[in-house]
């Protein structure tokens, strides 16, 4: 069963999801009051409306009781987002995803009710500085606003030596939770079992603390 989506804001951020998503094989309803985007994105997406998200008799008019989640992408005004999460959560959809440009913001959203709080610019600038520091390591992706999993060549220090030898958690406060070698990805990697030069590990843990592991 595919999985339906309302995303509300069209910006450069909303659209992008709106599209990733819609790629992805959900069912997508996109809104914004700016005709212009919403005619941009109507043939990308299963549907798109041009409706004021913080108007509550027009968001009760277009289906997203039906909806599994709803993404408020909008963030520079903060009462609308507020109005839409109010709006969205009376109507009953299950989770929310907002989008805010600072903790205050995610804050004030998250005790209205939203379910999960994203910071895109943050978590973007982050990821360049992250990439910029540390040249070998590979952001997989983000689990959270603060954990990540990353993938990192087996270091010098690391060869023939196993992971209960190194022990990541005490010593990085990271989670190795697969090795990707010759024979493709294992993910249980035996703990006692000697790590190689051209194997990979794949690490989860605290972005605060994968930072650290690149110096």
Known sequence: MKKSVAVLGLGKFGSSIARSLAKGGAEVLAVDKDEDLVRDIADKVTCAVCVDISDKEMMNNIGL????????????HLDSSVMALMIVKEIGVPYVLAKADGTLKGEILKRVG???????EEEMGARIANNLLGGSMTD????????SIVKVPARKE????????????GKYNVNVIAIEGEGGVDGAPDP???IKDEENLV????????IKLRK
């Not at 009781?65 to 520079?76: L, Q, S």
């Not at 939203?114 to 895109?120: F, G, L, R, T």
């Not at 690490?203 to 603390?209: M, N, Q, S, T």
Request: charged share 30%; proline share 4%; hydrophobic share 45%.
């Open 65 to 76: 009781e039906g909806m599994d989640a709803v993404v408020i992408a909008t963030a520079e």
């Open 114 to 120: 939203a379910d999960e709080i994203v910071y895109p």
């Open 140 to 147: 997989l992706f983000d689990l959270s606003a603060d954990t």
């Open 158 to 169: 690391w060869i023939n030596k196993s992971l209960v030898d190194i022990n990541f958690r």
């Open 192 to 194: 006692t079992k000697p």
């Open 203 to 210: 690490l989860i843990g605290k972005k605060e603390d994968l």
